[in-house]
Each structure stands twice: as C-alpha cells, then as structure tokens.
C-alpha cells in the first residue's frame, strides 16, 4: 500500500466549477500535512499547508481528518489558470523533514 | 518567498559520462536539502537528504555511489550523477526546508537526457 495515495484523475470540470480532491495517508506518525501545485515540466510549488482546524485561502479549503487519516482540498470557482496537478504531501515525525508525495491528481479547467 | 535555484536547467549528456547539478538556497541558509527525482506521468521520489557538513542519507534503492551528494556550504548542495546511462535520463529536483511549518521550497529543477 502506498503511503500518500491520491486519485490520479484527470478531474476534467468547466470553468466555475467546484472540484474536490481526496487524499489518504498510512502512517500514523505522519506529522504535517501540505498541498503543493505542479505545472507541466515545472517544479511542486506550495500552494497550502494542511491543519486540523481546517484552513482556507481564497477560493480553496483544505481540511485534515487525522482520525481517518485524510486530507482534503476543495477549490471553489475553478478558474483556466487551475489547470495543474495537485500533490497530497505528508511530513513524517521525527525524520528531519522528509516529505512523501501522493502520485498527484490531475485538474484541467475547460472553458 | 524563499528562492532555491538549480543549476543547470537541461543537460544532454553521452552514455558514460557524469553529470553534476548544483542547488543553492539564494536568501536562507539551509542544512537541510533533499534531492528527488521525478519521471514522466510519476510522482517525485526522494532519492537522498543532503546534510551540510556530513554524509547523505540515501533512500532504500539509490546507490550513492551513482549519485553523489555533497553539501560543501549552507547554501549549496550538489548531486553527481556519475557514469551516466539513458536509464538516469529524469527530471532531478532539489528542495530546502526554511521553516518547517512551511514545507520545503523546491528549485526549478534539471532535465537530465542521457543519450
């Protein structure tokens, strides 16, 4: 079983649209909890860190389940410039920072 | 934000050949770096966490004696892919922790074609 497992899409919407992404992780010691966008050919860049409480930034949420190991990010009002893949990614406890990246689900936001 | 360059950005290289890829975190010092790979339609697989002033710790699989790591400086990592073969032709991206609470700040990336 995969640690980060995401579904890998493509999620085709139109724009305007709201669009959902889920995300499950294995290992319970997982610490910290990010979403990141990548562009084709282009590095992961941060889009939101991930926190219990739930968070929002503009046109997305993202919200964490850590009783049911999941991770979500809703983006509300999709917009061309969406189009991207989005990777689920958790931090471990206790290893220096190390990142385990989802195999990232795919959005392409249609006129 | 934080800026973490890579240099270079696209390598063609013949089979045989090593080929190395610096990283440099441009306004924060980091000792922490890591090194991951990406292939098409994949997702990035960390290959090692770069350690300034001490060895790197390589993932299960990667041998480092192919992959040469070396952090010389708080602001500098490098990785050496040594005799290279088209099977290592990947996209190599480099990352540094700033503040743990914001997760890593990747560079640019370099795409390595071994021919």
């Known amino acids: 079983r995969k640690e980060v497992e995401q579904d890998p899409g493509p999620f085709n919407v139109p724009e305007g649209a709201t669009v959902a992404f889920n995300c499950t992780y294995s290992n319970s010691a997982s610490q910290s909890f990010f979403w990141y966008r990548q562009d084709c050919r282009k590095e992961p860049k941060l889009l939101m860190s991930?926190?219990?409480s739930g968070n929002e930034d503009g046109r997305f949420t993202a919200q964490l389940n850590r009783a049911s190991q999941y991770i979500s990010l809703l983006i509300r009002d999709s917009k061309l410039s969406d189009s991207a893949t989005y990777l689920c990614v958790v931090n471990m406890r206790n290893q220096g920072g190390k990142l385990i990246f989802g195999q990232g689900t795919e959005l392409s936001v249609k006129p | 934000g934080a800026v973490v360059s890579q240099h270079p950005s696209r390598v063609i290289c013949k089979s045989g050949t090593s080929v190395k890829i610096e990283c440099r975190s441009l306004d924060f010092q980091a000792t922490t770096m890591f090194w991951y790979r990406q292939f098409p339609k994949q997702s990035l697989m960390l290959m090692a966490t770069?350690?300034?002033?001490?060895?790197?710790?390589?993932e299960q699989g990667v041998e480092k004696d192919k992959f040469l790591i070396n952090h010389a400086s708080l602001t500098l990592s490098t990785l050496t892919v040594t005799s290279a073969h088209p099977e290592d032709s990947s996209f190599y991206i480099c990352?540094?922790?700033?503040?743990?609470?914001?997760?890593?700040?990747f560079g640019p990336g370099t795409r390595l074609t071994v021919l």
């Open positions: 990352s540094a922790i700033r503040d743990k609470a914001m997760g890593q700040f």
């Open positions: 991930v926190y219990s």
């Open positions: 770069s350690n300034e002033g001490s060895k790197a710790t390589y």
